[in-house]
């Protein structure tokens, strides 16, 4: 759908779902999860589900820790009802450590990609799934494809 063929609700739920890329992750204001997310949602990435608030800020917690200068780009959305996705650029530097991996200071350009079920104004589910090989990569963690 077009942002011009989307409801009134639709728009909201967009701008609901765009503001974890562009205000939570683009000022590292975690304050805002409180604000976005119900208090029992559940957030799915590939290491399973956070479910309920705390678990979710900590899942953030962490990633901002490991690259704390992380920007996000929004470089596709849709939305259709009650469900947004997002296509998502992230760029930043490793400082810290990051799924046992110590800070490398090398610089993160990944594709993500995030799906958001919003319920009575609030985020109650998102599906999240990054392309960790380039991450890893990226990192000089792994060499792909193997020379």
Same mark, same amino acid.
């Given at each position: ?9 639709? @728009? ?13 992750? %683009? ?9 976005? =997310? ?5 957030? =799915? ?6 479910? %309920?608030? #705390?678990?979710?800020?900590?899942? =953030? #917690? ?12 929004? #470089? ?14 992230? @760029? ?32 109650? #589910? @998102? ?21």
């Amino acid at each position: 759908m077009t942002a011009d063929s989307l409801t009134p609700q639709e @728009r909201e739920n967009e701008r609901i779902a765009r503001r974890i890329p562009e205000d939570v992750f %683009g000022n590292s204001d975690l304050d805002l999860l409180d604000d976005l =997310y119900a208090p029992n949602a559940v957030d =799915y990435n590939p290491f399973g589900a956070q479910e %309920g608030l #705390e678990a979710i800020r900590e899942s =953030y #917690e962490s990633f901002l820790s490991a690259f704390p200068d992380i920007k996000q780009t929004v #470089e596709h959305s849709v939305t259709s009802g009650d469900t947004v996705a997002l296509h998502i650029t992230s @760029r930043g530097t490793h400082r810290g450590v990051f799924w046992g991996i110590e800070p490398t200071g090398k610089e993160i350009e990944v594709q993500q990609m995030a799906f958001f079920r919003i319920e009575d104004g609030l985020i109650a #589910e @998102r599906w999240f799934l990054s392309d960790n090989l380039t991450l890893l990569r990226q990192l000089g963690v792994i060499d792909f494809p193997p020379e």
